[in-house]
C-alpha cells in the first residue's frame, strides 16, 4: 500500500474538494482518501499492483481540476529537508492583491455611475437624461468589461465544474453574474429600440434596470472576500513556516585538519562540525568535545537553556547560546529531528478529522440545491405576478449569497493552526484524527519509569551513624559503587562526583549476589548492599533498620554501607519523580479525567509513587504485554484512554489507546507507535496537548455552526421569503459581500487559535 500527495489545482470551495475526493474514492485500489482545501493538496492511500499516480492525476482531471504529485513540486533546502518550489499561500495572496485593485478601480465608477442619477450625486453632462440614456448604459458596459477579465477564472472554473456535473463556488458566481450581464446586454439594445422609436417609457424602464453595477459589485466584493481570505490564510502556516525557517544554510566542517564551510546538506554522517557561540547547530549530533548552553525553544517550546556536556545529544537547528564545542553528525537531511518535526506537521494537516466528513457530505449537495432553490424562487415570483427584474434579482441574490467556501475551510483553518500552535509548544500531534480524539479522553494511562519519574535513580536520603559524617559515608559507599555494575550504584557516583568528593582506591573487589558489594578501603574491610548482607556478616543494624524500612515504603531502596564491623550509614536511592508531574496529574483530576499509572515495580514502590502524585489508581508489576491489555480492558468499559509512555515496553498500549502519547525523550519504537508525541518530556505537555484538542474542536464547530446558520438565514432571506410581510428584499452586491466575508470570519476565527494558552488551575508542588 502506498502513501502519496498530491497538488490540486482550481478548487475554490468544499463543493470542488468534494467533487475531487469522490472521483479518487471510486476509482478500484484506493484504500483512502483526503482533500484538504485549504492547503490545496490530496493525500491517497493506494494499492500499487492495482493503480498508478497517472490514473489518479487523470482521474483528478476529469473531474475539471489539475492534480499532479506532490514530489515534483519540491526543493532541496539548505536543511536537506524537502519545501514547496513556490510559495502558495503567498503566490495566490499577490495574484488576489492584484485581481483586487484593477476590480476596485472600475467597480467603484461603474457603482457611482449606476447609483448617482438616484443619489443626487453629480454626474457628468452627457450621462444625464433620457436622450443620453445609450452613452449611460454603454459607459457602464465599458467599465465592467475589466472587472470581468480580471476575474474571468469564476466563469472558467463555474462552467466547467458545472458542465461536468458538479457545480462549485465558482458555479454560483458565474451564473448569478452572467444572468445579470445578459440582461444589461439585453437592456441596451431594449434602450436602443426605445430611442429609435421614441418609446421613452421603455426607455426610462431598462435605463433603471440595467444590473451592470451588480454584476461588477458581486466579482469585486468576492475577490475583496476572497484576498481577505487568501491574507488570512497565510497566517495559518505562519507556525510551520517559522520551524522550516529555523534550518542554517551553512555548518562548519573539519575536514583533514582543517576547518571548512559548506552548504549544510553536505553534511555527511559522522562528520565532526564546530558549533560557536551564537550560531544554529547544523544538524543533530553527540557533542564530544567542549560544553554548551543550548537554546531548544524552538523545537521544544522550552524558554530555559539546556547545559549540554561532552555525550549529550544536539538537535540540528536550536541555538548555541554559549560556548565553542565539537559534534559528531548523527542525523542529517530528512532524518534529523527538524525535518521529521515539518514532516509529522504536514502529514497531520494534510489528514482530515471526522468532524469534518459533516461538511463533506453538504457541500457534495449543497451547489446544485442552491441553484434549484435560485431558479425555483424566480419562477415563483415571476407566477405570483412580480416583473421580470424583481425575479431575477432575486434568483441572483440567492446564487451570491450562498457560501460553501465557509463550510469547507471551517474545519482545515483551525487543524492547521491548532497543529502548528502545538509544534510551536513542543508537542507533535501526528494526525487531525488524533488531534480530535484526544477532546473526548476521559481517562489517561501514565508509565511510571521516564513518565511520571525521571527513569534515573538518584540519592534522596543519607543518614550517618557511629560518627561518620555524610561526606565520610558518601565517600566510602562512591568508591565501592564505582565498581559496580549495579544501576543503583550510578546514582551514588553521580551523587559525590556533584560534591566534589574523591573516591577511595579499592582491593579485592567482589559483588555477593543477592547481597550486595564488598572491597577494602584503607585496609579496612568495607561493606554496601541491603539487609541481608548486614545480617550475613553479623554487623548490627539498630535503629538504622527501622529508618530502612520507613525509606522503603516510600518507594526508595536503602542501601547500607559499613567499615569492618561497624555500620556507617545508609543511603536511599530512588528513581524520582519529575517536577511537573504531580501538578500534571492535579490538571487532569480537574478536568475530570481519570488517572491510572502502569508499572513493572513492586506493589510497595507503586503506593509510594501514588501517594506522591496522586493518582487516581495503581497497577503494579505489571509485564510489557500487560500494559496494552489493560488499556483494552479499560476500552471494553466503555472509556475513552489516551497512554501516556516513553519505552519499547509501552509502545503496544500507546497503539491500542485512542491516543498514544509518547514522551518525546523516549525510544524511536514509543514515538512510532503514538498519535501525540512530547518534545520536551514534560508530563504537563500531556495536559497542554488535551486542552489544545479541546480549543480546536469548539473552534471547528463554532466554525460549523456559523457556515451552516449563515446559510440557513441567508438563503430564505434572498428568497424573498420577508417581501410580502416585510417589504424585505435582498440586493445582490450586499448578498455578494455576506458571501464573501462569511469564509473570512471563519478564518479569523480559526487564527484565534494562534493565541492559544495553557489554562493551570493548581500550583506545581
Avoid at 78 to 94: F, L, R
Avoid at 536 to 557: F, P, Q, S, V
Avoid at 712 to 740: C, D, E, H, Q, Y
Amino acid at each position: 500500500m502506498r502513501k502519496e500527495q498530491f497538488d490540486i489545482t482550481g478548487m475554490t470551495c468544499s463543493a470542488c474538494s468534494a467533487r475531487v475526493e469522490k472521483s479518487v474514492a471510486k476509482l478500484d485500489g484506493v484504500q483512502e482518501v483526503a482533500v484538504n482545501l485549504l492547503k490545496n493538496s490530496m493525500v491517497a492511500s493506494y494499492d500499487e499492483t492495482i493503480l498508478n499516480t497517472d490514473q489518479i492525476v487523470q482521474a483528478v482531471v476529469k473531474s475539471g481540476y489539475g492534480a499532479f504529485p506532490k514530489a515534483e513540486n519540491k526543493v532541496q533546502t539548505k536543511s536537506g529537508t524537502q519545501a514547496p518550489a513556490k510559495d502558495i499561500a503567498k503566490e495566490e495572496y499577490q495574484n488576489m492583491k492584484r485581481r483586487l485593485i484593477i476590480s476596485m478601480v472600475f467597480a467603484i465608477p461603474l457603482f457611482y455611475i449606476s447609483m448617482g442619477h438616484m443619489m443626487g450625486w453629480p454626474l457628468p453632462g452627457f450621462l444625464l437624461g433620457m436622450e443620453n440614456a445609450m452613452s449611460f448604459a454603454f459607459t457602464q458596459f465599458l467599465l465592467l468589461l475589466p472587472v470581468v477579465f480580471v476575474n474571468f477564472k469564476y466563469y472558467r472554473m463555474g462552467y466547467k465544474t458545472l458542465f461536468h456535473g458538479a457545480p462549485n463556488m465558482d458555479s454560483l458566481i458565474a451564473i448569478g453574474s452572467s444572468a445579470a450581464i445578459v440582461y444589461g446586454i439585453y437592456a441596451i439594445y431594449k434602450i436602443g429600440y426605445g430611442l429609435g422609436h421614441g418609446d421613452m417609457a421603455v426607455v426610462h424602464s431598462f435605463t433603471m434596470d440595467l444590473y451592470f453595477e451588480s454584476a461588477g459589485m458581486i466579482l469585486a466584493l468576492i475577490t475583496l472576500g476572497k484576498f481577505f481570505e487568501a491574507r488570512a490564510k497565510g497566517k495559518t502556516s505562519d507556525a510551520i513556516t517559522k520551524l522550516m525557517n529555523l534550518a542554517p544554510k551553512t555548518a562548519t566542517v573539519l575536514r583533514n585538519g582543517r576547518e571548512q564551510e559548506i552548504p549544510v546538506e553536505e553534511v555527511a554522517l559522522g562528520e565532526i562540525l564546530i558549533v560557536k557561540a551564537g550560531e544554529s547547530i547544523p544538524v543533530d549530533g553527540i557533542l564530544t568535545e567542549g560544553s554548551s548552553s543550548i537554546d531548544e525553544s524552538a523545537l521544544t517550546g522550552e524558554s530555559i537553556p539546556v547545559e549540554k556536556q561532552a555525550g549529550d545529544k544536539v538537535i540540528g537547528a536550536t541555538i548555541n547560546k554559549s560556548g565553542y564545542f565539537k559534534m559528531q553528525a548523527t542525523k542529517v537531511g530528512d532524518d534529523t529531528t527538524l525535518a521529521q518535526i515539518v514532516r509529522l506537521v504536514d502529514e497531520a494537516t494534510s489528514s482530515k478529522a471526522p468532524i469534518a466528513k459533516l461538511a463533506d457530505k453538504v457541500s457534495g449537495i449543497f451547489v446544485p440545491v442552491v441553484i434549484l432553490i435560485a431558479v425555483a424562487a424566480t419562477v415563483c415570483w415571476l407566477i405570483a405576478g412580480q416583473n421580470f427584474e424583481f425575479a431575477l434579482s432575486i434568483g441572483i441574490s440567492i446564487l451570491v449569497i450562498s457560501c460553501p467556501c465557509a463550510l469547507g475551510l471551517a474545519t482545515p483553518t483551525a487543524i492547521m493552526v491548532g497543529t502548528g500552535k502545538g509544534a510551536a509548544n513542543g508537542i507533535l500531534l501526528k494526525s487531525a484524527e488524533a488531534l480530535e480524539t484526544a477532546h473526548g479522553i476521559d481517562t489517561v494511562v501514565l508509565d511510571k519509569t521516564g513518565t511520571i519519574t525521571k527513569g534515573q535513580p538518584a540519592v534522596t536520603d543519607m543518614a550517618a551513624v557511629n560518627g561518620t559524617d555524610e561526606t565520610g559515608l558518601l565517600q566510602v559507599a562512591a568508591s565501592l559503587e564505582k565498581l559496580s555494575e549495579h544501576p543503583l550504584a550510578e546514582a551514588i557516583v553521580s551523587e559525590a562526583e556533584s560534591r566534589n568528593i574523591p573516591f577511595l582506591p579499592v582491593k579485592n573487589f567482589r559483588q555477593i549476589p543477592g547481597q550486595g558489594i564488598i572491597g577494602e578501603i584503607d585496609g579496612q574491610k568495607c561493606y554496601a548492599g541491603n539487609r541481608r548482607m548486614l545480617e550475613e556478616n553479623h554487623i548490627e543494624g539498630g535503629k538504622l533498620m527501622a529508618l530502612g524500612d520507613e525509606m522503603a515504603n516510600e518507594g526508595k531502596t536503602p542501601l547500607f554501607f559499613a567499615r569492618g564491623n561497624q555500620l556507617m550509614g545508609a543511603i536511599a536511592v530512588a528513581d524520582v519523580v519529575k517536577p511537573t508531574s504531580k501538578q500534571a496529574i492535579d490538571e487532569l483530576k480537574q478536568m475530570g479525567i481519570e488517572t491510572i499509572m502502569l508499572t513493572g515495580d513492586n506493589a510497595r514502590t507503586a503506593e509510594a509513587i501514588k501517594r506522591q502524585v496522586g493518582v487516581s489508581r495503581v497497577v503494579a508489576e505489571v509485564m510489557p504485554q500487560d500494559k496494552e491489555r489493560e488499556v483494552r480492558t479499560l476500552q471494553n468499559a466503555g472509556k475513552r484512554v489516551a497512554m501516556v509512555g516513553d519505552g519499547i515496553n509501552d509502545a503496544p498500549a500507546l497503539a491500542r489507546a485512542d491516543v498514544g502519547i509518547a514522551i518525546g525523550a523516549g525510544t524511536d519504537v514509543a514515538i512510532e507507535s503514538a498519535d501525540i508525541v512530547l518534545m520536551k518530556s514534560d508530563l504537563l505537555d500531556a495536559v497542554t496537548a488535551i486542552q489544545l484538542s479541546k480549543a480546536v474542536i469548539r473552534n471547528i464547530k463554532e466554525n460549523l455552526f456559523w457556515a451552516f446558520f449563515y446559510n440557513v438565514i441567508g438563503i430564505p432571506v434572498a428568497a424573498g421569503i420577508f417581501f410580502t410581510a416585510f417589504g424585505w428584499k435582498l440586493n445582490p452586491m450586499i448578498g455578494a459581500f455576506a458571501m464573501s466575508f462569511s469564509s473570512v470570519f471563519v478564518v479569523s476565527n480559526a487564527l484565534r487559535l494562534r493565541f492559544f494558552k495553557p489554562r493551570r488551575i493548581t500550583e506545581s508542588v
